[in-house]
Nanobody, 115 residues
Framework: QVQLVESGGGLVQPGGSLRLSCAAS????????MGWYRQAPGKQRELVAV???????NYADSVKGRFIISRDNAKNTMYLQMNSLKPEDTAIYYC?????????WGQGTQVTVSS
């Protein structure tokens, strides 16, 4: 079984930046897509950013131009660079890796944007 471990969350002031990391416990083959999701209190989990097996990326409208998703295959790690953070970005952020036969989730990392 693969474990995904997120890190990099925390408290940041509006306008600040954070970089989230998602490390897999071992190399994963036949990945279709890797993504970041978030869930704010009282709201449904939503897709923030996704990167496909061929490197295509897509972002939620609310984070376009501010967040960047990337991956380092050699390190089995995915990243989410978050810039110009807003209070409405406050949520638990989860990483996800999907394939035809699997759907792995991390445990989540809290991001709080507040002055």
């Amino acid at each position: 079984q693969v474990q995904l471990v997120e890190s990099g969350g925390g408290l940041v002031q509006p306008g600040g930046s954070l970089r989230l990391s998602c490390a897999a416990s071992k190399r994963i083959f036949s990945i279709n897509a890797m993504g970041w999701y978030r869930q704010a209190p009282g709201k449904q989990r939503e897709l923030v950013a996704v990167i496909t097996s061929v490197g295509s990326t897509n972002y939620a409208d609310s984070v376009k131009g501010r967040f960047i998703i990337s991956r380092d295959n050699a390190k089995n790690t995915m990243y989410l660079q978050m810039n110009s953070l807003k209070p409405e970005d406050t949520a638990i952020y989860y990483c996800n890796i999907k394939g035809y036969a699997f759907d792995f989730w991390g445990q989540g990392t809290q991001v709080t944007v507040s002055s």
